[in-house]
């Protein structure tokens, strides 16, 4: 009903599975697997999938895992049951292995079927973008960049992206990773420390001590070291609350306009978490839908072969919104869909209001004030930018 097509001359691949959705974090826990069924159901009202390839995804294996992550860790995350869980209520996060079991990353039942599922979501896309059989890649049900080696942190146990940028680097000489989460991509950024063939960008709030995880400094660039080809390869944007759509699309398109001339990536992985939008409930920004999408379709006019993963976002119905519009930007067919939710979509009511684009009024009761001043935000642009003139492939 909606004129929704495939792209003509490039292939959009969407990698999901309903098993992932059905787990709980836990009551109040913020982190929703249940988004990804809002999301998948949103995509699918507005008649996107018959423009895609769409793939039912496997669980990733051990060996694959253990491509970036330790055997003892992942021994532990086999096997830990939730009975494990330290029952200290008042000091939760005492006496946990490899961070595992405490407020953040409880253990949950089914979760290395959630995790091996997350990773094989990314897993897939990646082999797609190599194989050739797709131009963009999307992988709402990854994106967990906080995931370290031997450690889970921040809601995050396997760091699905580091996994899918290890596969694009067998083809791809060089990848670049852009993570517009609204915390800092901590665990992406370590892994590829010490090369040259990742450059990785973040923005996100930076309030150490305050938010989490606290790093992600302006000057934190990589460590140099004397022989470390990684030096100058993490780029990091610390901004403060309540920063506009406006502000950030200037700031992103500057940034990664020169990232892309300096660094000249074969292949993106894009994080898109959506705890950056406006009235996320662990957010502090006030980036509108729009905003947010602003940063998809400019990677996609880079025309370089790129992942879409998914990430933080703890208002579901906005998580929806943000990827099934992003969604709609991949295929070439955000000009086609209407902005109304369509009145078939199931949990339309689920929605509050009835569109694609709800205004800042309507996203939270009162905007956050903006503590970013234009003067900050062009001291950021002319650090990177001198950073850059140590990159030059
Ligand atoms: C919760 O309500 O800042 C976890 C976490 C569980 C249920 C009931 C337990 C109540 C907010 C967060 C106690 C909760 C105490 N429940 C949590 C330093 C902290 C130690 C843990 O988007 N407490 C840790 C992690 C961040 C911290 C953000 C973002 C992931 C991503 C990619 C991860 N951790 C302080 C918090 C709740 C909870 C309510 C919570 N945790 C908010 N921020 C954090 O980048 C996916
Ligand atoms: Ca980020
Ligand atoms: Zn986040």
Redesign the pocket.
């Known amino acids: 009903e909606y004129n929704i097509v495939r792209p003509k001359g490039y292939t959009v691949s969407y990698h999901a599975t309903s098993e992932m959705e059905k787990h709980h ?7 929703k697997p249940w988004r990804l069924t809002l999301t998948k159901s949103l995509v699918t009202a507005y008649g996107m999938p018959f423009a895609m390839d769409n793939y039912n995804t496997r669980h990733a294996t051990y060996e694959e895992l253990n491509s970036f992550h330790s055997s003892d860790y992942l021994d532990y995350l086999a096997t830990a049951a939730p009975e494990d869980q330290p029952r200290d209520l008042d000091n ?2 005492k006496d946990v292995k490899f961070n595992l079991g ?3 990353c ?1 253990l949950f039942h089914g979760l290395y079927d959630y995790c091996s599922m997350s990773a094989g979501t990314s897993l897939d896309a990646a082999r797609k973008i190599c194989n050739k059989q797709s131009d963009i890649a999307i992988a709402w049900g990854g ?4 995931a370290k080696k031997s450690e889970a ?4 146990y396997i760091n699905d992206i580091v996994l899918a940028i290890l596969e694009l680097l067998r083809l791809y000489p060089r990848v670049l990773y852009i993570d517009i ?5 901590d665990g992406v950024e370590e892994a590829f420390f010490s090369t040259d063939r990742v450059m990785t960008v973040s923005f996100h709030k930076y309030q150490p001590e305050v ?3 606290g790093t992600g400094g302006l000057h934190d660039n990589g460590p140099k070291s004397e022989h470390n080809p990684g030096a100058h390869h993490a780029i990091n944007v610390p901004l403060n609350d309540g920063i506009t759509d406006e502000q950030y699309e200037h700031l992103f398109t500057s940034i990664i306009g020169k990232v892309n001339t300096h660094f000249r990536p074969s292949a993106i992985a894009l994080q898109c ?1 959506a ?1 950056s939008l406006a009235g996320d ?2 957010g502090r920004f006030n980036l509108k839908v729009e905003g947010h999408a602003a940063c998809v379709r400019y990677c996609k006019s880079l025309g370089i072969p790129m992942i879409l993963f ?5 208002t579901p119905r906005n998580v929806a919104r943000a990827w099934a519009y992003e969604t709609s930007i991949a295929i070439g067919a955000d000009q086609n869909i209407p902005a109304e939710i369509p009145q078939h979509a199931p949990w339309r009511q689920h929605f509050v209001h009835d569109t694609l684009f709800p205004t800042l009024e309507q996203s939270m009761s009162e905007p956050r004030n903006n503590k970013n001043t234009d003067k900050r935000l062009r001291d950021i642009v002319s650090h990177v930018h001198e950073q850059l003139r140590f990159v030059q492939h």
């Open positions: 974090f836990g009551q109040t826990h913020p982190m939760p996060d405490g407020s953040d409880p994106g967990l960049h906080h942190s921040g809601f995050c989460d609204v915390h800092h991509g938010f989490f995880p978490g705890d409930r662990l998914g990430g933080g976002g703890y």
